[in-house]
């Protein structure tokens, strides 16, 4: 293959890769079918800047419910429910791993939160 075409190929393949790249990462109506199922012991609630809810784990991972104080859901009462506990996780697959986005969040068959319809 000659230089011109060579350079040609890669910058298509830069291209297509910086295109599907973003809407890959984007979780839009997770499926439980769609999700790792994990569980985790909760040591810290807070809120975030964007008003996510901040989860986390006794190993210091972190995992979050988007716009979480938007959707109704109350710091206190979670921490009431959640904290020192363990929980299990619905957490959307990514074609590169496992999103930290929470899609279900439930103790036992308590189901405390769900974007699953």
Request: proline share 4%.
């Amino acid at each position: 293959m000659k230089k011109p075409a060579l350079i040609t190929a890669l910058l298509f393949c830069i291209v297509l890769i910086l295109i599907l790249l973003p809407s890959s990462c984007i979780i839009k109506n997770p499926q439980p079918e769609e999700c790792d199922i994990e569980t985790k012991k909760i040591i810290k609630i807070e809120v975030s800047s964007s008003n996510d809810i901040v989860f986390s784990d006794n190993h210091g991972d972190y995992y979050y419910i988007n716009k979480g104080i938007e959707r109704g859901l109350i710091l206190d009462s979670l921490n009431a429910k959640v904290l020192n506990k363990t929980v299990t996780l619905h957490l959307p697959k990514l074609w590169f791993g496992t999103s930290e986005h929470i899609a279900q969040l439930a103790i036992d068959d308590d189901i405390i939160f769900t974007e699953f319809k």
